[in-house]
């Protein structure tokens, strides 16, 4: 099993960026792929990135595509998204899963961190 912890939400303007950050407990973090999924305000969580367990292979949604980076540390356990220009339609909150063979269903991860809320003003 792994435990996952988000970090690094916030309140910023539009065309801002941060860096959201994953940790992961447990030796097996290297044979999970990741993923970073979103919930905005009063809708379904959905997609937003993922990466493989080599971090050799990443995939993310077109809403996202060319603005936001996902990346992974196998040797400390974490996963990253760095978020450049941000737009308010990506206020959410932000999560990350893992799982064996998961790779953009949000059905097929297994294992989901708590979240963390990312704001974006206007």
């Known amino acids: 099993q792994v435990q996952l912890v988000e970090s690094g939400g916030g309140l910023v303007q539009a065309g801002g960026s941060l860096r959201l950050s994953c940790a992961a407990s447990?030796?097996?973090?290297?044979?999970?792929?990741m993923g970073w999924f979103r919930q905005p305000p009063g809708k379904e969580r959905e997609f937003v990135a993922t990466i493989n367990w080599r971090g050799t292979r990443t995939y993310y949604a077109d809403s996202v595509k060319g603005r936001f980076t996902i990346s992974r540390d196998n040797a400390k356990n974490t996963m990253n998204l760095q978020m450049n220009g941000l737009k308010p339609e990506d206020t959410a909150v932000y999560y990350c899963?893992?799982?064996?063979?998961?790779?953009?269903?949000?059905?097929?991860?297994?294992?989901w961190g708590q979240g963390t809320q990312v704001t974006v003003s206007s």
């Open positions: 899963a893992a799982d064996e063979t998961a790779w953009a269903t949000i059905g097929d991860y297994d294992y």
């Open positions: 447990g030796r097996t973090f290297i044979r999970y792929n």
